[in-house]
């Protein structure tokens, strides 16, 4: 049973509009998310993260949104680049420095 | 400088024989990661090195899986009898220390197909 969910296996979007890529998780003692990017041959990379005291995080075009009412979160990304076509994860933990849980990854193409 | 690199890129195993994946961490990161990705599914945590601490063995799925770290560098992730549902892709990463996962630097994975 998947703790973290990414419904959508892949995303396609046109150049310069906006990228939602969502993520629920079912566990209610998570308290802090990040979402990772991975290119093909390469290892994950970190993009951004989120604590449960907040409900935003920006990081110039990327905004990660948190409802913990809802257990859902959201990466957006805008505007999207061809360079932004990878995987993106969104992982979640109980707290920071603890074992995080990845959720199956969505492919996200960006077209030009 | 070096990331973490991981050895070899690809691996192809008969079912039944052993398998051994390398993990070379970044220098100086005293912390050192396993995980696996399945297909389909999220990377999933297998253990979890610390300096000279006892590792964190909690996400081992058998005890056909075991690993070591020698001198708190590079690590070696052993999968004895391998099983067809072995194959996945086996992810290293490390990190100066234990903390949010934005520390945590990954190596490109090892993809291992079991036959």
């Known amino acids: 049973d998947q703790q973290v969910k990414q419904n959508s296996p892949s995303l396609s979007v046109q150049e310069g509009r906006i990228s939602i890529l969502n993520c629920d998780y079912t566990?209610?003692?998570?308290?802090?998310f990040l979402w990772y990017k991975k290119y093909p041959a390469e290892g994950p990379t970190f993009l951004i993260s989120?604590?449960?005291?907040?409900d935003k995080n920006e990081d110039g075009r990327f905004t990660v949104f948190l409802n913990k009412s809802a257990k859902h979160l959201s990466l957006h990304i805008v505007p999207s680049q061809p360079g932004d076509s990878a995987v993106y994860f969104c992982?979640?933990?109980?707290?920071?420095?603890?074992?995080?849980?990845f959720g199956p990854g969505t492919r996200l193409s960006v077209l030009p | 400088g070096a990331g973490v690199s991981q050895s070899p890129s690809n691996k192809v195993t008969e079912k039944g024989k052993d398998v051994e994946l390398r993990c070379d961490p970044i220098s100086g990161h005293t912390a050192l990661y396993w995980y696996r990705q399945s297909l389909g599914q999220g990377l999933e945590f297998l253990i979890y090195f610390q300096g000279n601490s006892a590792p964190d063995k909690s996400g081992l799925p058998s005890d056909r899986f075991s690993a070591e770290r020698t001198g708190g560098s590079v690590s070696t992730l052993t999968i004895q009898r391998t099983q067809q549902e072995d194959s996945a892709v086996y992810l290293c990463?490390?990190?100066?220390?234990?903390?949010?996962?934005?520390?945590?630097?990954f190596g490109p994975g090892t993809r291992l197909l079991v036959l």
């Open positions: 989120i604590s449960s005291i907040k």
């Open positions: 990463a490390s990190s100066f220390q234990r903390g949010g996962g934005e520390t945590q630097y």
């Open positions: 566990n209610s003692m998570f308290d802090y």
């Open positions: 992982a979640a933990s109980v707290s920071r420095g603890q074992n995080f849980v």
